[in-house]
C-alpha cells in the first residue's frame, strides 16, 4: 500500500488519490440513506469535525462522515 503524504488536516486527505471534498461537489454515497433516496450527495460544508453538513435527493439534509461517500467517477 501507498503512503500518502499531505500538509492537508487528515479529515480532508481521502483514500482515492487525487480526491479532495469539497462545498458544491456531487459525491458517490458508500450505502443509500433510505431504500428510496438517491445514492448521491451534494456536499454543502465541512462541520470543525471533519463531517460535511450535505443534500439527499428524496432524502433531504444530512450530516455525512467521511467514510460514508467517495468521488465520482
Not at 469539497?22 to 448521491?40: E, G, T
Not at 450527495?41 to 432524502?59: K, M, N, Q, R, Y
Amino acid at each position: 500500500m501507498k503512503s500518502i503524504t499531505s500538509s492537508l488536516p487528515l479529515n480532508q486527505i481521502s483514500p482515492e488519490l487525487g480526491f479532495f471534498p469539497q462545498p458544491n461537489l456531487w459525491v458517490n454515497l458508500r450505502d443509500r440513506l433510505s431504500p428510496y433516496s438517491f445514492d448521491q450527495a451534494l456536499l454543502l460544508c465541512e462541520t470543525e469535525a471533519g463531517d460535511w453538513i450535505s443534500w439527499v435527493p428524496d432524502f433531504g439534509q444530512t450530516v455525512l462522515g467521511r467514510d460514508q461517500f467517495f468521488g465520482l467517477d
